[in-house]
């Protein structure tokens, strides 16, 4: 969200693509008895997340000019000026705690969460101390630093550093990862000047042969990641 609205002048929010039908209900229908009486083009529908972000003066002078009342978030009171905020894609389970029903839905997914089995692969580090900056830059958490190996997480991936080093080995080392915003990850690794400062070589995304866009990242030790959009699930 933040790599994505830095340098818009106006600023934007979390959305998804409306993937649901959407219906119209009958006019005058009391609680009860509404009924379908039309479709509505879900087409070009985003339905708005939080966080949302904005430049400063640009959002306090919206929030000063609507009415609390009849705006339902920041990004209704920025359009209300006559600005139009970016939409940057969200997350399925980045919902609104609104209604009985989401409190339920967020106690379960709360409760099934770090049950699940996970793989880590051991990458290989040459310069240990190096690897572990340059894995941080690059957007990683670094979950723990213990002797010769670190943890590191991005979202619900992750992987352990190991400080080994055979050039046979590590060059023939290839990591997959998707994001949900590929071209976002990339413009914000390539202001950063990354490739530069750890003389690494990192190719923008590209459309390839097989369907799917991504991008390559090298990292000091000669490791292969391919990092690839994230395919939307019907």
Request: aromatic fraction near 10%; charged fraction near 25%.
């Amino acid at each position: 969200m933040i790599d994505a609205c830095a340098d818009d002048e106006v600023g934007g929010l979390l959305a998804l693509p409306v993937a649901d039908t959407l219906k119209q209900q009958d006019e005058g229908a009391s609680a009860g008895t509404e009924r379908a009486a039309g479709l509505v083009d879900r087409n070009g529908k985003w339905a708005a997340q939080t966080p949302q972000m904005f430049r400063l003066a640009l959002l306090q002078r919206a929030l000063a000019a609507v009415d609390a009342a009849s705006t339902t978030d920041e990004a209704a009171a920025v359009q209300a000026l006559g600005h139009q905020p970016r939409l940057v894609r969200g997350d399925y389970e980045n919902f609104k705690v609104t209604w009985p029903g989401d409190f339920e839905l967020a106690e379960r997914l709360l409760a099934t969460a770090g049950r699940h089995a996970e793989i880590r692969a051991f990458v290989p580090a040459q310069d240990f101390a190096l690897s572990q900056a340059f894995y941080a830059d690059l957007g990683f958490t670094r979950e723990f630093a213990q002797g010769d190996l670190a943890g590191f997480r991005l979202g619900t991936t992750a992987f352990l550093l190991q400080n080994f080093h055979v050039p046979e080995h590590s060059s023939n080392f290839v990591m997959y990862l998707t994001l949900a915003d590929l071209d976002a990850f990339w413009r914000r690794i390539d202001r950063e000047g990354l490739a530069q400062r750890y003389g690494v070589r990192i190719e923008p995304p590209e459309q390839r042969a097989w369907g799917r866009i991504d991008m390559t990242v090298t990292d000091p030790s000669g490791v292969l990641w391919r990092i690839a959009q994230r395919l939307e699930t019907a």
